[in-house]
């Protein structure tokens, strides 16, 4: 039988890498990943076999990780953040049924969302929503219901994939539904490539985050109507009632 680790790596260097993704990644034989991700790991893992697939093959490469295990190999399916936020896990484990000799075990890794806070305080102290503004896979239509209920419930946001080439509106159309019901002087945050080259960690008001630029490596932050500026960092209280 062989054996498909799906490994969370975080943001992508090592301190932000579980004790469980590295020893996942020592035993692999064989590395599968989008080609980025398999960049950003080679330094520790020197030697490894690698097999690369370009953006938009999730299903060919979670079948290529899962063919490669049903041939005996231990194999590592690599996913940046949490391989179980909007990575490789559930897409692998629909899949498994297909492939009754592989032994599949899915690795927990820090995702966008808590690295991202982390380095803006802490914006999701309390109840929180992960939306993604991808419509990919998701009709525009549901993204925009769910950004309307997290609004409605005061629920702090975490946004990933806030815009890319083709979708250069979908964060600003998402600030116009929040501002149907925040206020424009809402705390915000914008955390851009966390624990790579190039980090950018900036708070911003929600009117100020409808014209900012954003990429497809920012994870936006919106604030409830609790959360607050302190010191230069994005706090949203535990409770509602003051400490």
Known sequence: MGKLFVVGIGPGKENYMTGEAKSALDAAELLV???AYLK???PLC????TLSTPMRQELARCRAALEAARDGKTVALV??????VYGMASPVLEL????PEVEAAIVPGVSAALAGAAAL???LGHDFCVISLSDLLT???IIEKRLRCAAEGDFALAIYNPSSKRRSEHLRRACDILLETRRAETVCGIARNVGREGREARLLTLAELREAETDMFTTVFVGSS???????????PRGYRAP
């Not at 020197?46 to 076999?49: F, H, L, N, R, Y």
């Not at 996913?79 to 179980?84: I, Q």
């Not at 498994?96 to 492939?99: A, C, D, S, T, V």
């Open 40 to 42: 950003l790991i080679a």
């Open 121 to 123: 305080g802490a914006p």
């Open 33 to 35: 990943g989008y080609t």
């Open 46 to 49: 020197p030697g490894k076999e």
């Open 96 to 99: 498994l049924p297909e492939y």
């Open 226 to 236: 609790a959360t607050r500026e302190i010191g230069g960092r994005m706090v949203t």
């Open 79 to 84: 996913c940046s953040g949490d391989a179980g």
């Open 139 to 141: 009709p525009w239509e």
